[in-house]
């Protein structure tokens, strides 16, 4: 197959960085589908979310559901330590929300 055909990610195997253009808009849509369904109308966090995934662990006795919307994940990736604990939930939420007056 001509180079100049491939798909940008082909070129550097399966872990290449893409830039969000070339990302197909389908696979945009299917993780925020899956991982935050509220993506367009949170504000950051859910507090839904985080309630019904405390919930489920705390019934569970470990951490089995998530409760952290798209930004939470990017906020913990980028500025915390990558693991999910209790601990760096708040922080992550607290880096997630928005900027509101008085914050």
């Excluded at 055909?5 to 990302?23: E, K, M, T, W, Y």
């Excluded at 945009?28 to 369904?37: G, H, L, M, Y």
């Excluded at 507090?47 to 019934?59: E, K, P, S």
């Excluded at 708040?90 to 928005?98: G, I």
Aim: proline fraction near 7%; charged fraction near 20%; include cysteine.
């Amino acid at each position: 197959m001509d180079a100049a055909l491939r798909h940008p990610a082909q070129a550097g195997g399966r872990h290449a960085v893409l830039s969000f253009d070339n990302i197909p808009t389908c696979m945009k849509e299917a993780t925020i589908s899956v991982e935050d369904k509220n993506f367009y109308t949170n504000p950051g966090i859910d507090l839904r979310g985080i309630l019904r995934a405390l919930w489920i662990d705390l019934r569970g006795g470990e951490a089995l559901a998530g409760g952290s919307t798209i930004t939470q994940q990017v906020a913990r990736t980028l500025l915390l330590k990558p693991e999910r604990t209790l601990r760096t939930q708040p922080a992550a939420a607290n880096y997630a929300k928005p900027s509101w007056p008085g914050n």
